[in-house]
């Protein structure tokens, strides 16, 4: 996920979209709410507590000062209908964490598109596309055809709306159509689309470095087959490190008229606040299935073309829905290759633990399928037979099939700055190739995605850079590290507030119980722990930051 930075004063326009702003910034270790449906005027509203009977409840428990970490479980009462569960859920969530909402708007996305850029081309630009995409699903919706697709984004927007709604406090449930403010919350679920309509929007002042890498990712067979562990690090500006993880319970039906629960009702997942997805993305579902990305992004300016409002849902809209309706790995891919919208262009692992056979030696067709998407290109295909072959897949930000290399205009990168931008050659992936045998349990694969020993590791050598040892050129990068006045050839290897911003792993016997271990954080294994006011980055906002992240691992239990 790229959550784009802007270092500007608290602007009155912020006040238009968060009515309800500036709740305390003052701890509190949790809160819980219901929100209890009115029989007799159809009106919701929000107590603060568990209540019998309630449409939703929320509880979160807030530990960042602890151990880095806010934890968010969410759940919705099957005895409602759909649409009333879906907008109850984005209520609860936003009143139990309005306060991480604000801070986390603050240090973002504040100024995005705001009144001082309102009428920029830019920005009416993507106004005017963000406006027909919703009005073009609108039109879909109510066709009532694709009903098990349709009613899932329909679900999901509702959700964003009772967020929303429930921030601003006004709470007014839609009894059909409705609409979302395009520079509202749904900019808080565009970070990667964002980074991709930028481009095709042509923004003079677009924010993604040069081969700036987002996501390290990580599926490691142990020897003996005896466990398969699944594990990723995203990569992401420092300022967007107000994290919590989340636990989504919501028996949703597969058609707008009944029918079975999604096999995906259960959800946990790493997130931001404000935000009803990862952006990771991570996710372990009760499907079985766990899902997981690395961007790839695209440097093919032809490509651009394939972006349009029409015939098109953006990414994280499906894959909220392939998540929620996916039973196996293939089915996940089809579901998440139609209305390609050519943004927050991707390599998709899913893994379906239903397939795994602890100790087995057969190889299982369908445990990992691969899928990359461009702009107007989905490739996807069974890698399993890979996986056990070698031990491992990783995934590092450089497409792997053939087809999606070529097209994304990696080749040219290639030619121009070496090895760098290879799939085979660039520095994560020699260091996976390398390391990933050192791992035989979750402790040392926690150590290895949270590696980054680059001022000793050849294999962090930046041959173009001055100095030659680039803390890039890691499985958890950290380039803050690097110095400021060095020379680099392009921008990714120069100091940035970016890096490995976490850790997530989970295992075949955690994935049942939705556990994973997390840290967040940069990594501060091999390198001193990232302290924002002793750091260049100390004047850019970091509301509700600790100063100092050198936090150690967690186990996320659910009770």
């Not at 530990?63 to 984005?90: C, H, P, R, T």
């Not at 009532?144 to 679900?155: A, G, I, N, P, T």
């Not at 087959?225 to 990723?232: A, F, M, R, Y």
Request: proline share 5%; charged share 20%; with cysteine.
């Amino acid at each position: 996920m790229t959550c784009h930075h802007v270092n500007v004063e608290m602007a009155a326009w912020v006040l238009l979209v968060f009515a309800v702003l500036a709740p305390s910034v003052g701890r509190a270790q949790s809160s819980e709410v219901s929100v209890i449906l009115d029989e007799a005027t159809g009106k919701l509203s929000t107590v603060p507590e568990r209540r019998p009977g309630a449409v939703a409840w929320a509880v979160l428990k807030d530990s960042i000062v602890e151990n880095g970490w806010a934890v968010l479980e969410l759940q919705s009462n099957e005895k409602y209908n759909d649409s009333l569960q879906a907008y109850a859920a984005g209520v609860a969530e936003a009143a139990v964490t309005q306060r991480l909402i604000y801070m986390h708007w603050m240090n973002t996305m504040v100024g995005y598109c705001g009144p001082y850029k309102y009428q920029t081309p830019y920005c009416e630009r993507l106004r005017n596309y963000l406006e027909a995409n919703l009005a073009w699903m609108q039109e879909q919706i109510e066709k009532e055809q694709d009903q098990d697709y349709w009613h899932q984004v329909r679900l999901a927007l509702l959700q964003l709306k009772g967020l929303e709604d429930s921030y601003n406090g006004r709470l007014s449930f839609p009894q059909k159509s409705f609409t979302l403010s395009p520079f509202g919350f749904l900019l808080f679920q565009l970070g990667g689309d964002l980074e991709d309509l930028e481009a095709a929007l042509n923004k003079s002042d677009a924010s993604k470095e040069l081969g700036s890498g987002s996501c390290s990712a990580l599926i490691k067979l142990l020897p003996g087959n005896k466990d398969l562990l699944v594990s990723h690090v995203t990569w992401n500006t420092y300022q967007s490190m107000l994290r919590i993880i989340k636990k989504y319970t919501l028996p949703f039906r597969s058609t707008p008229s009944g029918g079975s629960v999604v096999p995906g009702f259960v959800q946990t997942f790493s997130s931001y606040p404000g935000t009803i997805f990862s952006g990771d993305d991570f996710y372990i579902l009760s499907s079985g299935l766990v899902s997981l990305e690395t961007t790839i992004g695209n440097s093919n300016p032809d490509l651009w073309k394939y972006i349009q409002p029409q015939n098109s849902v953006l990414e994280w809209l499906r894959n909220i829905v392939a998540n929620r309706l996916a039973t196996g790995g293939k089915e996940w891919a089809d579901l998440f290759s139609k209305f390609n919208s050519g943004t927050y262009n991707n390599q998709w692992m899913v893994v379906d633990y239903n397939k795994f056979d602890v100790g087995g030696t057969e190889v299982p067709s369908g445990l990992l399928t691969i899928l990359e998407q461009l702009p107007g290109m989905v490739v996807s295909a069974d890698k399993s037979d890979l996986l056990y072959q070698t031990g491992y897949w990783a995934s590092y930000n450089v497409p792997y099939f053939e087809e999606i290399f070529n097209a994304s205009g990696q080749v040219d990168l290639l030619k121009k700055y070496g090895d760098w931008f290879s799939y085979s050659k660039t520095p994560r992936a020699q260091i996976f190739r390398r390391n990933h045998t050192l791992v035989q349990d979750l402790k040392s694969m926690v150590n290895l995605m949270r590696y980054n020993d680059y001022l000793h590791d050849p294999l962090s050598r930046c041959e173009g850079c001055e100095p030659k040892q680039n803390g890039e050129n890691a499985i958890s990068a950290r380039s803050d590290l690097n110095p400021e006045n060095g020379t680099y050839p392009f921008g990714a290897m120069k100091q940035r507030q970016h890096g490995g911003t976490d850790m997530k792993v989970t295992s075949y016997g955690f994935a049942k119980h939705h556990q994973l271990v997390a840290v967040n954080g940069p990594t501060w294994d091999q390198v001193p722990a990232f302290q924002w006011s002793t750091s260049p980055f100390s004047n850019l906002m970091h509301m509700g930051h600790p100063d100092l992240w050198n936090f150690s691992p967690i186990v996320i239990n659910w009770d």
